[in-house]
C-alpha cells in the first residue's frame, strides 16, 4: 500500500469514525478520530486480499474494530480515566469496554467500509 493510499484510508476513517459517533451518541472524542483512521488502514490491507469472501472481511474487520475499541478502551478510559465511553450496563460486556451488540454493528459497517477501501484503490490506481 502506498503512503498516500495510508493518508487518504486514515483521514476518511477518521472522520467517518467521528460522524458516525456523533449521528449516534451526540459527541464524539479526538481519540475516536484516530481510532477510525488507523481502522480503515487494516481494513483496506484486508481488503487488498481477494481471495477472502466478504463475510469473512466482514468478520475480520468486526473482530479488528472490536480489538482496537478494546485496546484504546483499556488505554483511555481504564489506564487514563478519560472515561470516553462506557458499556458497563450493556448485557456481556467486557470491563465496560466492549460488547457483542457492537460488534454486530461492526461486521455490517464493514460492508460500506470495504466499498470505500475499493473505490480508493480504484481512483489511486487508475492515476
Not at 478502551?73 to 465511553?85: D, E, F, K, P, Y
Not at 448485557?91 to 480508493?120: D, E, H, K, R
Amino acid at each position: 500500500m502506498k503512503f498516500k493510499e495510508y493518508l487518504i484510508c486514515f483521514g476518511i476513517g477518521a472522520f467517518a469514525y467521528g460522524l458516525i459517533e456523533v449521528a449516534v451518541r451526540g459527541y464524539t472524542h479526538w481519540t475516536m478520530a484516530l481510532t477510525g483512521g488507523v481502522v480503515l488502514v487494516i481494513l483496506n490491507a484486508v481488503n487488498k486480499n481477494k481471495k477472502i469472501g466478504l463475510i469473512s472481511r466482514c468478520l475480520i474487520g468486526a473482530a479488528v474494530i472490536t480489538g482496537l475499541e478494546f485496546t484504546v478502551g483499556m488505554i483511555v478510559n481504564v489506564g487514563l480515566g478519560w472515561n470516553v465511553w462506557d458499556y458497563s450496563e450493556k448485557p456481556l460486556n467486557l470491563f465496560g469496554q466492549i460488547c457483542p451488540f457492537f460488534t454486530v454493528g461492526w461486521f455490517f459497517l464493514s460492508i460500506p467500509a470495504y466499498f470505500i477501501c475499493s473505490q480508493i484503490e480504484k481512483r489511486l490506481s487508475s492515476r
